[in-house]
């Protein structure tokens, strides 16, 4: 029966979300509710995480379980970071193929709040900094108008799971209120437009300014000189692509931009 994928940062409380919606599930619908997650697949997740084959086999492994366990009875919660799109994209079409509805269930925090999680934790249980970096700058945020990321639900720190809503979106295929799923208001706040605005006009201000010194900087590797429209079509370019994929680290916004127009010169 239905699957339900977490999602969210590192320490971001999926683990404690996906106990919460066992419990539930367990005693409103009496059904079987099976846990897949990083525990089950074993390994040091700091080392998974560091080496991209390893962290490839995981997920192999986890949808694989999933692929298992998913069945006419049981319910299935997927308690792993499912950070990748292409990878939710993937168990979007297991569950079709399996013909059972599903939803996502997004675990939204700061990084800071994740950081901090991830401090009181037991020591296996924690990221280093650089793995947590890496992951939160990698990670492709849930958006509810992807067939494969809805219904989706977002739940932040002080909020109670909406399980009525989850539970009919499952067992009953009703859409969640639309306030559910468009309310990554942290994300697409005015604050982030106004900072992403603002940030990437900085960038492009920097470069233009070494251009015209002729000292390249170490920005960014100029093969070329780029003249300031072709910079104002990259950054218009990269508004629009960040605006739908906001990262909650307006910190990040500057690194990214530099990262995206390295990549266009190239
Ligand atoms: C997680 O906690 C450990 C131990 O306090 C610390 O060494 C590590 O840097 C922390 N990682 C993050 C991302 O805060
Ligand atoms: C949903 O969002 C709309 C538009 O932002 C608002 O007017 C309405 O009050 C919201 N409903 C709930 C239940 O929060
Ligand atoms: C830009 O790309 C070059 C070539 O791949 C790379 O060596 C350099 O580190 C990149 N710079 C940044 C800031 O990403």
């Not at 971001?12 to 919460?20: C, D, P």
């Not at 308690?79 to 990748?84: A, G, K, M, Q, W």
């Amino acid at each position: 029966m239905p699957l339900i994928v977490m999602c969210g940062f590192p320490c971001s409380g999926k683990t404690r979300r996906a106990e919460e919606l066992k419990a539930f599930f367990e005693e409103n619908t009496k059904r079987n509710v099976r846990t897949v997650g990083d525990g089950s697949v074993g390994g040091d997740r700091n080392s998974v995480y560091a080496d991209s084959q390893k962290e490839k086999n995981v997920r192999a492994a986890l949808k694989a379980e999933v692929e298992r366990k998913v069945n006419k009875d049981d319910i299935v919660i997927l308690d792993s970071l499912n950070y990748i799109k292409g990878y939710r994209y993937e168990l979007f079409c297991l569950i079709k193929h399996a013909q059972t509805p599903h939803c996502v269930v997004y675990c939204l925090t700061s990084d800071e709040q994740s950081s901090s999680w991830n401090s009181s934790r037991d020591a296996a249980e924690q990221y280093t900094q650089d793995i947590f970096d890496a992951l939160v700058l990698r990670f492709e945020a849930p958006d509810s108008r992807n067939r494969w990321d809805s219904p989706l639900f977002t739940i932040l720190k002080d909020d109670t799971l909406p399980f009525e809503d989850i539970s009919n979106a499952l067992f009953k295929r009703k859409a969640p209120p639309p306030n559910q799923s468009t309310q990554s208001q942290p994300l697409s706040s005015v604050n982030f437009l106004y900072e992403l605005d603002k940030i990437t006009q900085d960038v492009l201000m920097a470069i233009f300014n070494a251009q015209k010194t002729s000292v390249p900087g170490d920005l960014i590797s100029l093969t070329r000189n780029i003249n300031m429209a072709e910079l104002r079509k990259l950054r218009r370019q990269f508004i629009s692509y960040t605006k739908t994929h906001p990262t909650e680290n307006t910190g990040h916004i500057s690194n990214m931009f530099v990262q995206y127009l390295n990549k266009s010169f190239r």
